[in-house]
């Protein structure tokens, strides 16, 4: 055993840190060398610098650890009434229920209306007229079919027996332009 | 409200007192230690509030037939360690950094190895506090914890390994090493207090 692993140890000694057999040998080289008694004598002394340290005195006693408990129990107090709200109303039926009638809407508006429309135009021994007597869906408002889009005018009509076109071909004065009346203006002033 | 809320919030109202008695009792141990880490007062202070509220926290993971200091303890110096690495704006001395052994004079036998402090050197003691603070503030922040759960707050290696989540064989090099370089640098300031004939 030299000294250098016996001065490794020499904490672990000081504070009973080793088995019962090697504190022996630690103990019997200290005896016997004057080097690693004195090592250890010192490392002794600074241990007991450090344990007979005073206590330190807190400027103020535990008054703010308890007043940030209490504030921190109030917060939490408070998320734990808002959870079991919710819980006692059953939130995830609501949302169950909201995201039914979404997608009843969403099927009545688009689905609903196509599968009508073909039904009608494909499926149909007898065809009744598209729009003429059924609407396919109640949430749908009927667009104009392409014929009635607007009135046909033949090239070579004057201008002056232009066709009298329905009331809303025409702008209002207070709206923003639509391309038919743009479109319509354009062909009668270049006629 | 239903019924195991209730129950609920009465347990927890329990563990509120009992945490709260905990707090009042403890407080100026767990401050003594933050002190000891830390070196001043506002941050020890800070550390120990820190520290009571992270165990407040967790307090349902407590073991209650350990002791309650051990268990603070390993909160406060995880945490300390955590912030000091944030921090790192304490100067230390490098955990590498080598040391010399001192040349060896005659000694006295002991029986014991630690036969326990003379009134002279309990007077030393209170008169050096200052300069062994100092020197602990010197130390990299796992060689300070370690010398101070050992010495300062008396914990075995076995508790000290179990708080700084480490082997008792690095807690036991830690503790050496740290104890030779505090001795190294008090010694540098006060040459008188390591030699032979003071020692006697």
Not at chain 1, 39 to 58: G, S
Not at chain 1, 173 to 182: H, I, R, Y
Request: charged share 25%; proline share 7%; hydrophobic share 35%.
């Amino acid at each position: 055993m030299n000294c250098r692993y016996v001065q490794s140890r020499l904490s672990a000694y000081l504070d009973m840190e080793l088995t019962g057999h090697e504190h022996q040998l630690i103990r019997s080289h200290i005896e016997n060398c004057i080097e690693c008694s004195t090592e250890f004598e010192r490392l002794r002394r600074m241990k007991h610098l450090l344990r007979q340290l005073p206590v330190v005195q807190p400027s103020q006693g535990p008054e703010a650890v308890l007043a940030r408990l209490r504030t921190q129990r109030t917060a939490v107090s408070q998320t734990a009434v808002i959870r079991v709200g919710w819980r006692s109303t059953r939130w995830w039926q609501m949302a169950a229920g909201a995201a039914a009638v979404g997608v009843f809407l969403w099927w009545n508006s688009t689905v609903a209306e196509t599968r009508s429309e073909a039904t009608f135009a494909a499926s149909s021994p007898a065809p009744i007229p598209f729009r003429s007597s059924i609407e396919p869906s109640l949430f749908r408002k009927p667009s104009p079919l392409p014929s009635e889009m607007f009135t046909p005018v033949p090239f070579n009509q004057p201008v002056f027996s232009s066709p009298i076109l329905p009331t809303n071909y025409y702008p209002a004065a207070n709206s923003t332009p639509s391309f038919e009346g743009l479109y319509h203006t354009f062909y009668f002033q270049n006629r | 409200m239903t019924h195991t809320a209730i129950a609920h919030s009465m347990e927890q109202e329990l563990l509120d007192r009992e945490f709260d008695a905990l707090v009042t009792r403890y407080y100026q141990q767990v401050y003594n230690l933050a002190y000891r880490l830390t070196g001043n007062a506002a941050d020890a202070e800070d550390l120990t509030q820190e520290a009571f509220l992270r165990a407040y926290r967790f307090f349902d993971r407590y073991d209650p037939t350990m002791p309650f200091m051990n268990w603070i303890s390993r909160i406060m110096t995880n945490l300390y360690i955590d912030e000091y690495r944030r921090r790192k704006r304490l100067p230390t001395l490098s955990i590498e950094e080598r040391f010399e052994n001192e040349e060896g004079e005659e000694s006295e036998q002991l029986d014991i190895p630690d036969p326990g402090p003379s009134p002279l050197e309990i007077a030393e003691a209170n008169q050096y506090a200052d300069a062994v603070q100092e020197g602990l503030m010197r130390l990299a922040p796992e060689f300070r914890t370690a010398v101070v759960l050992a010495d300062v707050m008396g914990h075995s290696y076995e508790e000290i390994a179990e708080m700084m989540n480490t082997s008792i064989g690095t807690v036991r090099s830690r503790i050496h090493r740290g104890r030779k370089q505090l001795r190294d640098i008090i010694q540098k300031k006060y040459p008188e207090l390591f030699e032979r004939g003071d020692l006697k």
